[in-house]
């Protein structure tokens, strides 16, 4: 009796530390979203829908940037929202009725979400990389049953003929190619052929109904934008100490870079903007290639991207290390339309009184400088032709709503772009472009500027820019 109890303990305590020699180099970061919140977000669907239909989501397709050489795999918000899976050509059903699942040759499972992941292959994960595969899948994700993604096409077919009435899934559309293409097969033949046969199986989409779970940030996920843009603002503030007239832009773009890295993001958000003079006047430039002169007004848009979720933050800064007076102008109106938009957030409050706000103050401001003739209508579109903001998330461009709710987070990024010879303008404000960006949390008392702690006031800027940051120092 004792030596069986000893043997029982010896087993049990041995297949988990098998598990963990193949499954501790698969993620090493310890900050992840936990996989109880993915459990929950699945749950949370599976409520949405009811017993009687069955959602399928898939991951986004590996695209190719030139010759054999893939851009970085990135996956789709919505799939990696349910999922946290990073992997490419992996689908998800999710049935709350419960589905049959043949998990391999001697069991088959109930269950009531299917992970399908890419098979170990050890040759190929020589080349391109660790797979979860089912194992990891179940144990570091929480999915309740992975299998292999060659799986699905029974698995759908069961769930469709398990006498669901609603089948949640997006259409496969031509920019959705390679691998992942030919395991949506069945699926693409399942619409196809419900166009042309009077189905009762209603298709509906399944992105809409996550998108609105995606609108108010969970506490975790307010965590990973905190810390998205707590790195930017400090990339932000060391651009400002390291940058010397005839640096050339794309050095800026390295210092974000590398400060984003530096700080455990793993990408940024979205290319890097840094435009000097003429090119601070195009919203999203990016080639960054031009050579900084001592009078420009550099304008960096640039953020991280922290655990999938993405920053969104602008500084505009003189060359030179102080503005000039016409820059200080255009800068002071910018600052005082997102100090008016900024004071406006707060819950349950409406977006266009936020986007007012800001607006009255740039239209009174470039009429009062007189480029504009006057301060009524839209003509100060013509040197602000953008929108006041967005949310972020998982997306720069996140999912949001109209009215303001706690767990939110808007942008606030006003701005003035006067392009070389603009009809009308004097010419001393030719190829100044201000933008000034900030994350913005509504909280249940009002809002907090996650982004405060890179300067915006034009002293505090030029104070910082006295000091020497890491960016200038020469490469040896
Ligand atoms: N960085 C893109 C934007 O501000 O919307
Ligand atoms: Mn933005
Ligand atoms: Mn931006």
Not at 37 to 57: H, L, N, T, W
Not at 93 to 118: C, H, M
Not at 136 to 155: E, H, I, S, W, Y
Not at 352 to 371: C, E, K, R
């Amino acid at each position: 009796m004792r030596s069986l109890t000893i043997l029982l303990l010896l087993t049990a305590v041995s297949l988990p530390a098998q598990q963990n020699v193949s499954l501790k180099y698969l993620q090493y970061d310890t900050d992840l979203i936990t996989p109880a919140e993915y459990k929950q977000r699945r749950d949370s669907v599976m409520a949405m829908i009811g017993p009687d239909a069955a959602a399928v989501f898939y991951a986004a397709p590996e695209r190719m940037r030139n010759g054999d050489v893939d851009y970085l795999y990135r996956q789709a918000d919505n799939f990696y929202y349910l999922t946290g899976f990073t992997e490419p050509n992996a689908l998800l059903i999710l049935a709350p009725k419960g589905v049959r699942v043949k998990v391999n040759d001697s069991t088959t499972v109930t269950t009531k979400e299917v992970l399908f992941v890419p098979a170990k292959n050890p040759d190929a994960e020589a080349w391109t990389g660790r797979r979860f595969g089912t194992e990891g899948a179940m144990t570091l994700l929480g999915v309740q049953t992975a299998v292999n993604n060659d799986k699905f096409r029974q698995v759908f077919n069961t769930v469709l003929f398990s006498g669901i009435t609603v089948l949640y899934a997006q259409s496969v559309t031509s920019d959705v190619s390679g691998q992942i293409r030919e395991l949506l097969a069945p699926l693409t033949s399942y619409i196809d052929g419900q166009k042309r046969r009077n189905s009762k199986v209603e298709l509906r989409d399944p992105n809409a109904m996550v998108h609105t779970m995606r609108i108010i940030k969970s506490k975790q996920e307010i965590d990973m934008l905190r810390k998205a843009t707590t790195i930017s603002v400090v990339a932000h503030n060391q651009a400002m100490m390291s940058l010397e007239p005839g640096m050339f832009e794309y050095e800026v773009q390295a210092l974000y870079e590398y400060s984003f890295q530096r700080q455990g993001a793993e990408y940024y958000g979205y290319p890097c903007i840094n435009g000097a003079a003429e090119n601070s006047v195009i919203l999203h430039y990016n080639t960054n290639r031009k050579r900084i002169g001592p009078n420009d007004i550099v304008l960096s848009d640039c953020a991280a991207e922290y655990r999938g979720y993405s920053s969104d933050v602008t500084r505009s800064y003189p060359a030179g290390g102080k503005f000039t007076k016409e820059q200080k102008e255009i800068y002071t109106i910018v600052l005082n339309a997102a100090n008016a938009a900024i004071a406006k957030i707060g819950p349950g409050v409406p977006w266009s009184t936020v986007t007012a706000a800001a607006d009255s103050v740039i239209a009174q401001g470039l009429f009062s400088l007189g480029i504009i003739p006057e301060k009524e209508g839209m003509g100060f579109k013509k040197y602000y032709n953008h929108s006041l903001g967005h949310p972020v998330g998982l997306n720069v461009h996140d999912v949001g709503q109209s009215v303001l709710q706690p767990g939110m987070l808007y942008t606030v990024e006003p701005g003035i772009y006067i392009p070389e010879n603009s009809p009308g303008v004097d010419p001393k404000y030719s190829n100044i472009g201000i933008r000034i960006e900030d994350v913005i949390l509504v909280t249940e008392s009002g809002r907090e500027n996650l982004s405060a702690g890179s300067p915006r006031e034009i002293a505090e800027i030029e104070t910082l820019m006295k000091k020497k940051g890491i960016g200038n120092q020469p490469l040896k």
